[in-house]
């Protein structure tokens, strides 16, 4: 049977997980998942349990059986709040609630030190153990142990459809009925390799595939025989995706596929000049989850392929690849009537020719040199237009404007010449306007160029610009983008001079003017205004260098720029940069928007963004002003300064499984909480933190940090998070997968309930949430008896005072010469408060001179190791001392820290969220939340209302 190979490196762009990571060994032999959802990962130095964010590494220790057995990890299984690991000595179950390693005194003495190098659970509660010399099956609730099938070495186990076995041995595959303990049949196709990961697959398709050495077979269930249908190297684990695609790992080999439809098995190799090709040829074990996610274990780490992190498609400058942009650096992009896209770059054009769809582009160098301009090979080109008469204009930034005519074989270059006052106003030429009369306009960096058409092959140009004696004219002469709107009317956006409306009446062209106004909140947010669109609903928009985006209203008073006035939407609305660079219009009608940090999708009925990054696939580096194109099958295209990204939304695969929300662990003052630790003489938690567990918080420890996940793995830092301690808040607060976490302080004596619920990457909610109650218990002087006490032994204090004075004044009258000594109250001990004191002085030396609170990864540990002390002395000193916990005192003086620069003109070309950034927050959503507390006005809002 004749099988074709192809190879689909660019269907599959992997990431990559290694111990830099947090995982315990890059040589990752099993992974599997349990069934609260943690995914689990047997190396050959450890087991490793990840959540998403962290791992929890599992170790042996020496002389401690309450760790695992041993550190080489050569399988894994599964049953209900069971872990089953197969090291090469032996066989440890963990628990996977409490993650106790749990006794089975009667399994070692069956297996004993052995390597376990198989395990399967069959589904109906029991697990399959096989060593080299012994198989068992052990029952997953009792851990009854009854050996089976002595004789044979078992290599692989699956389930049939009909309750039956596959059992790969080193005497054939066999057909084991395991009620009656008995072979149905043994299928001589080869011994099965117990050191090989030979592997047994069934499906719900009731296929059976097997690997064997180097060769994979399918069951014939007509025939009763198994075909082999595809030979590599060494061969063994076997995976299935939602689509019925099939993946085979190979140790030499890479990583295959084969696809249902087609029959066709692909190669997907390491490659090391492809950083998300997959790590190594080497490959132990692949596994797909139930999100589609398809994990790799390999020789030199983990890899994973995540659909939603690989949307956006790129395309970039290889230097050593000819099929690939000259340049990295994207001004522009045209697409002619024959879908050849035209690309602008830094250094010329190339044309991209896509073969399939938007699939194995063809890139071109184009020679501009046999239409005589050599210039063009390498100039710094920033617009392409093709008109209506079929005349190609080629804009460069500081080279004039080309006109390419092939039919009427004119070519034309036009430069600024002072001595002409009828040549184009300025060499830099930045947009191109063919307006609804067929008239062409230019924006250059000297003004407004119209063309003059005085016959086919003579032009000349009327410039509009800036002039001191005109108030109606251009207030600024740098122009980067001339628009039409559908009603006919020309916009002129400057770098500088605001935005201006074209007016035009007889012969006489004038300018209404728009420029931001501080004090008018409904002006442009900014002067500096690159890009001009408008949507299928005729709203335009404009976007600037850094106020966001714009929307034109038209219902303002009349009398008042002809009643147009502006809506704006920044950083503080969810926008995920100020400079905005390119604007498009999906089929679904949300605008997409680059900016410098990469793609804001803006639902504007909703009035939401959706953020999207280079963990998402875009490219790193900004996008370029109007580098921008959308095809008719609603493919967009933006250029930056790194290339093309280029996606179809309607071709998103969404992630609609609802997220299951898990607690991970408790922490107090930066230190998890064990299960049973004793803290105040108080044991604050005494079971696993799940949903409905309790924590007793004593009055002088009243304060907790949470951690969470949801354990959707399909981009877990685009997970949403909605928590509340009901009994304090009053609405729900947010975080996301940057910060999966929730933190409280001070905390009066009562009791809470911490509510949690989570969103998946595309914001699917699962509305259930999951709850801890919290329990603080009040000090011995918050009791309202001895606060009654307290009060009642004062005023007798006071009164007792009081006599005693009258008392010793009298005395003091007649006996004047002979005072007795004061007798003193014992105080604190006044060297201890001393060094308080001291501590406190040097803390707030350290925040005032080295700023440390600047370093976004700064914990209690670390701050407390700067001082030396330790973490709890700390925590007093901050609580009883300042008045604050670790987080609202470093957040402080980051606060103040971004106050001084919003104020600052030095750092008025950086935008606010990246100096939140550089001032400590690792978190924009944190920084706009905390600012706003503690300022009561958003960033954005507190450096306006500086600068006015």
């Excluded at 692989?156 to 149905?184: E, H, M, P």
């Excluded at 920033?382 to 080279?399: L, Q």
Aim: charged share 25%.
């Amino acid at each position: 049977m004749k099988i074709l190979n192809v190879g689909w490196s660019q269907e599959y762009k992997f990431q990559h997980i290694t111990t830099v990571d947090g995982l315990s060994h890059n040589e990752v032999r099993k992974i599997v998942k349990d069934n609260q959802g943690f995914l689990w990962f047997g190396t050959q130095n450890g087991l490793n349990r990840y959540d998403g964010y962290r791992f929890n590494v599992f170790k042996n220790i020496t002389n401690d059986s309450k760790s695992i057995i041993g550190d080489k990890i050569y399988s894994l299984a599964v049953s209900d709040n069971k872990l089953w690991v197969g090291t090469i000595t032996g066989l440890s179950i963990i628990n996977t609630v409490t993650l106790d390693v749990i006794p089975t005194p009667n399994i070692h003495n069956s297996i004993g030190t052995n390597g376990v190098l198989q395990l399967f659970n069959d589904g109906s509660n029991k697990v399959w153990v096989s060593t080299e010399n012994e198989n068992f099956i052990i029952d997953a609730e009792s851990l009854e142990v009854e050996r089976v099938l002595k004789g044979y070495k078992i290599a692989s186990v699956a389930k049939s459809l009909d309750n039956n076995y596959w059992v790969g041995t080193d005497k054939g595959l066999l057909r084991f009925q395991n009620n009656s303990n008995t072979i149905i049949k043994n299928y001589e196709i080869g011994s099965f390799n117990v050191y090989s990961l030979d592997e047994i697959f069934t499906n719900s398709y009731g296929e059976v595939w097997l690997t064997i050495s180097d060769k994979i077979y399918r069951y014939q269930s007509e025939r009763d025989r198994f075909i082999e249908v595809y030979s590599s190297k060494s061969l063994n684990a076997i995976s299935e995706d939602k689509e019925g695609g099939i993946f085979f790992g190979s140790y030499g080999n890479g990583l295959l596929k084969y696809k249902r439809d087609t029959g066709i098995f692909g190669s997907l190799l390491a490659n090391p000049e492809n950083h998300l090709s997959i790590s190594s040829n080497d490959i132990y074990d692949v596994y797909v989850d139930d999100e589609n996610i398809i994990w790799v274990g390999t020789q030199e780490g983990l890899d994973y392929y995540d659909f939603s992190r690989h949307r956006f498609n790129s395309l970039v400058h290889l230097p050593e690849n000819s099929n690939s942009l000259r340049s990295s650096f994207v001004q522009t992009i045209f697409q002619d009537t024959d879908g050849l896209f035209w690309i602008g770059t830094r250094e010329g054009i190339d044309l991209v020719d896509f073969e399939n769809g938007n699939s194995n582009p063809k890139i071109t160098h184009m020679d501009m040199g046999s239409k005589g301009f050599d210039s063009l090979n390498s100039d710094y080109v920033t617009c392409i237009h093709k008109d209506s008469k079929e005349r190609m204009w080629i804009a460069t930034m500081s080279n004039g404007l080309y006109l390419i005519d092939e039919k009427r074989n004119i070519f034309r270059h036009f430069l600024q010449d002072n001595s002409v006052k009828t040549s184009i106003a300025a060499s830099s030429v930045r947009s191109i306007l063919e307006d609804h009369l067929g008239r062409m306009w230019f924006g250059t960096g000297g003004g407004l160029s119209l063309l003059i058409e005085h016959d086919e092959k003579n032009y000349s140009f009327e410039n509009l610009g800036y002039s001191k004696l005109n108030t109606n004219s251009l207030p600024f002469n740098d122009i980067y983008s001339v628009f039409e709107d559908s009603q006919n009317r020309i916009w002129v956006g400057m770098n500088g001079g605001g935005l201006n409306l074209l007016q035009e009446k007889g012969g006489s062209k004038y300018f209404l003017r728009f420029n931001h106004n501080p004090s008018d909140p409904k002006s442009i947010s900014n002067d500096e205004v690159f890009v001009i669109y408008e949507d299928l609903k005729k709203r335009v928009w404009f976007g600037t260098s850094a106020g966001g985006l714009n929307l034109l209203k038209e219902d303002g008073r009349s009398d008042i720029n002809d009643g147009y006035y502006f809506q704006s939407y920044t950083e503080s609305d969810g926008l995920s940069d100020n400079e905005v660079n390119a604007i498009l219009e999906d089929h679904q009608g949300d605008l997409w928007i680059a900016t410098n940090t990469g793609f804001s999708e803006f639902n504007v009925n909703m009035e939401t963004f959706t953020n999207y990054s280079t963990y998402d696939g875009v490219l790193k580096g900004k996008f370029r002003k109007n580098a921008k194109w959308k095809t008719e099958d609603g493919t967009l295209f933006f250029g930056g300064a790194s290339g093309i990204n280029y996606f179809n939304p309607n071709s998103f695969r969404l992630n609609n499984l609802k997220p299951d929300p898990v607690f991970l662990d408790l922490l107090i003052d930066g230190k998890v909480i064990d299960i049973g630790q004793l803290l105040d003489d108080s044991v604050i938690i005494n079971e696993p933190l799940n949903s409905g567990s309790v924590v007793r918080l004593p009055g002088n420890d009243n304060r907790f940090e949470i951690e969470f996940a949801s354990l959707s793995f399909t981009s877990p830092f685009r997970n949403q998070y909605a928590f509340k301690l009901e009994g304090l808040d009053k609405d729900w607060r947010y975080t996301t997968g940057k910060d999966p976490s929730a933190r409280y302080s001070r905390l009066k004596a009562g009791k809470y309930r911490f509510y949690l619920k989570a969103a998946n990457n595309d914001g699917v909610w699962n509305e259930n949430p999951i709850y801890l109650d919290i329990l603080v218990r009040a000090n011995f002087t918050d009791k309202n008896i001895v606060k009654i006490g307290i009060v009642f032994l004062l005023l007798l204090t006071l009164s007792f005072g009081v006599l005693a004075f009258k008392k010793f004044k009298s005395r003091g009258l007649t006996n004047k010469g002979n005072p007795k000594a004061k007798k003193s109250h014992k105080p604190i001990d006044p060297n201890l408060e001393g060094e308080n004191i001291e501590k406190i002085k040097e803390l707030n030396l350290l925040m005032e001179t080295d700023k440390i609170y600047l370093d976004s990864e700064l914990g209690l540990s670390q701050l407390a190791e700067k001082i030396e002390v330790s973490t709890n002395h700390l925590s007093m000193l901050l609580n009883d001392y300042i008045g604050k916990n670790f987080y609202d005192y470093i957040n402080h003086y980051r606060v103040e820290e971004v106050k001084k620069r919003l104020k600052d003109p030095y750092y008025q070309k950086q935008t606010i969220s990246s100096i939140g950034g550089d001032c400590g927050f690792n978190s924009k959503s944190a920084f706009n939340r905390i600012f706003k507390n503690l300022t009561g006005k958003t960033p954005s809002a507190y450096q306006n209302m500086s600068l006015d």
